[in-house]
Antibody, heavy 128, light 107 residues
Framework: QVQLQESGPGLVKPSETLSLTCTVS??????????WGWIRQPPGKGLEWIGT???????HHNPSLESRVTISVDTTKNQFSLKLSSVTAADAAVYYC????????????????????WGKGTTVTVSS | DIQMTQSPSSLSASVGDRVIIICRAG??????LHWYQQKPGKAPTLLIY???NLQSGVPSRFSGIGSGTDFTLTISSLQPEDFATYHC?????????FGQGTKVEIK
């Protein structure tokens, strides 16, 4: 079965760039209707969707993060990555990667995407 | 952005109780609504997708219903392992948004 694992530095300095990678095992990142994405959860708070990427490179991201977010995919390594620039204390959170499973909805051209496989999460602290 | 509002924010219940959690969307989202369970220190896990479809491996005491703006998650008979936080999420449009969560605690 598909498994996801986040990796990357747990400590980032203010104003620097947070970089995380999600490695997909047990299945291919390519060739299906699924997207792959990132979600974060600040301490004691709710879940915030950051964005997703399709294996072809098509991305969607949360406008609340403005132009700070870059999501990329490396199909040869079966990985996708997140870069968040100019971090502040507000970006400290547990970051999760998740498969966004696509479901065809009868009578609609719009797929429904739900997060059926999650990584365990990685904690990112922002501090100098 | 589509705002998702859950109620209650927390509740106390006993083993065997029937628990109902409500999720309301700020606009109609058809059945583009999913439910997750999250235990402390763990990643969320999918319970229900597309409003009413039980994810494989999830006990049948969990059920979901709704369409448009109003949705409910029901736990028919609360078990000790069900004490957790529950989140709803819409995928009608990006940015996908979550409710604030409902924490189910032991009474």
């Amino acid at each position: 079965q598909v498994q996801l694992q986040e990796s990357g530095p747990g400590l980032v300095k203010p104003s620097e760039t947070l970089s995380l990678t999600c490695t997909v095992s047990g299945g291919s990142i390519s060739g299906s209707t699924d997207f792959w994405g990132w979600i974060r959860q600040p301490p004691g708070k709710g879940l915030e969707w950051i964005g997703t990427i399709y294996y072809s490179g098509t991305t969607h991201h949360n406008p609340s993060l403005e132009s700070r977010v870059t999501i990329s995919v490396d199909t040869t390594k079966n990985q996708f990555s997140l870069k968040l620039s100019s971090v502040t204390a507000a970006d400290a959170a547990v970051y999760y990667c998740a498969r966004h499973k696509g479901l065809s909805v009868a009578g609609s051209l719009r797929y429904s995407y739900y997060m059926d496989v999650w990584g365990k999460g990685t904690t990112v602290t922002v501090s100098s | 952005d589509i705002q998702m509002t859950q109620s209650p924010s927390s509740l106390s219940a006993s083993v065997g109780d029937r628990v109902i959690i409500i999720c309301r969307a700020g606009q109609s989202i058809s059945t583009y609504l999913h439910w997750y369970q999250q235990k402390p220190g763990k990643a969320p896990t999918l319970l229900i997708y597309a409003a009413s479809n039980l994810q494989s491996g999830v006990p049948s005491r969990f059920s979901g219903i709704g369409s448009g703006t109003d949705f409910t998650l029901t736990i028919s008979s609360l078990q000790p392992e069900d004490f957790a936080t529950y989140h709803c999420q819409q995928s009608y449009s990006t940015p996908y948004t979550f409710g604030q969560g409902t924490k189910v605690e032991i009474k």
